[in-house]
């Protein structure tokens, strides 16, 4: 068994608490918080498991790190954050421990992270001879091994597409959708996540590793932005309201450019709520969220991937995804040298000696 640690139990520590529990090869550790509210409570408790795995939360992380753990999910934001992000999950990897994470961006497509990002990494790994693989679900498998996958299914490829659809309003992170995204502001605000050359930054990775991978090479990036306005005001069951007048919506497309047009296409379709922007493209179950890969050929294709999760929500779903590709990796990333890895390096793999278990 593999010793395995989860640090941070939000969003997606809860889920990544129940897959390291669920994997037949890992064993759970520790797990680390931030909150003096979570210290001494069991794991199970905090993942929303119906038992205790007994494991008591701590946010002791010189002592858990001290123990040599052989992995560590990192599941802390790297949202706002992302400095203090990387200077944990250097300290973890140069405690000798395959890390897998979805915090940091610019390490998606690790070859082209910029040098005050990658540089910390590798020296960790040369000095404690650990490992780390980042990726989540977007930017992560929906960009990456899904729309390769559907690629190789066709005979001739003209542009691929890749869509994020989501309505955002069962999603329980208020400052990311309110401050991030600049939902419920006014539309003169302009939100840290839409400004020129962000989603660049977030998502442009994505593009560089499937040009990789698909032997291309990209002119460059662009970025097209569009925004709209609640014509009523609107109540979530999470955030509280969102004002007639301020966002309710957002589309925007990071394209890469290979010979002048628009080859590989990462697209973002978010609402608060359904009423707004109703003529975009909206899951073709009429549901809350859906993942969506467009291979424009011959023949053409199109996959939708609709996940849910934490009492059907979708959000919660696409969560336990990015998990679920980071935790059934770790295994793979323990036997493999020591390195810094991306998804085209990290296979993603059946789910042995799972089937039918609990």
Request: glycine share 10%; hydrophobic share 45%.
């Amino acid at each position: 068994m593999i010793p395995t640690v989860v640090w941070g139990t939000g969003n997606v520590g809860r889920a990544a608490v129940r897959a390291v529990e669920a994997h037949p090869e890992l064993s759970l550790a520790a797990v680390l918080v931030h909150s003096p509210a979570k210290v001494g409570r069991d794991a199970g408790e905090l993942a929303g498991l119906e038992r205790k795995l007994g494991v008591s939360a701590t946010d002791d992380v010189e002592a858990v790190l001290a123990a040599r753990p052989r992995a560590v999910v990192y599941a802390a934001s790297g949202d706002l954050r992302p400095d203090e992000a990387l200077a944990d999950i250097v300290r973890a990897v140069r405690a000798g421990a395959v890390v897998v994470t979805p915090a940091l961006y610019a390490l998606y497509d690790q070859r082209s992270a910029p040098p005050e990002f990658r540089d910390p990494v590798l020296a960790a790994v040369a000095d404690g001879g650990g490992s780390l693989f980042v990726s989540g679900v977007d930017p992560g498998w929906g960009n990456d091994v899904l729309p390769l996958l559907v690629s190789g299914l066709g005979s001739t490829v003209d542009a691929i597409r890749c869509q994020e659809i989501f309505d955002y309003s069962t999603y329980d992170q208020e400052d990311a959708v309110r401050h991030l995204i600049g939902m419920g502001h006014p539309m003169e605000y302009e939100p840290m996540m839409l400004a020129s050359s962000v989603p660049t930054m977030v998502w442009g990775g994505q593009l560089r590793l499937m040009a990789r991978a698909l032997g291309v090479e990209l002119d460059e990036i662009r970025e097209t932005l569009d925004r709209r306005a609640l014509d009523a005001t609107v109540r979530t069951r999470t955030m509280g309201e969102f004002a007639a007048g301020t966002q309710g919506a957002v589309r925007f497309e990071v394209q890469g450019i290979v010979g002048g047009e628009p080859r590989i296409v990462i697209e973002h379709v978010t609402r608060i709520h359904p009423s707004c922007a109703p003529d975009w493209p909206t899951p073709p179950d009429g549901g809350d969220g859906a993942h969506r890969v467009i291979v424009e050929g011959r023949p053409r294709i199109e996959v939708t991937v609709e996940a849910t999760d934490e009492g059907e929500n979708r959000s919660a779903g696409g969560n336990a995804t990015a998990v679920g590709r980071l935790v059934n990796a770790v295994d793979w990333l323990v036997d493999a040298e020591p390195g810094l890895y991306d998804a085209l390096d990290v296979p993603l793999r059946p789910a042995a000696g799972r089937l039918g278990r609990k």
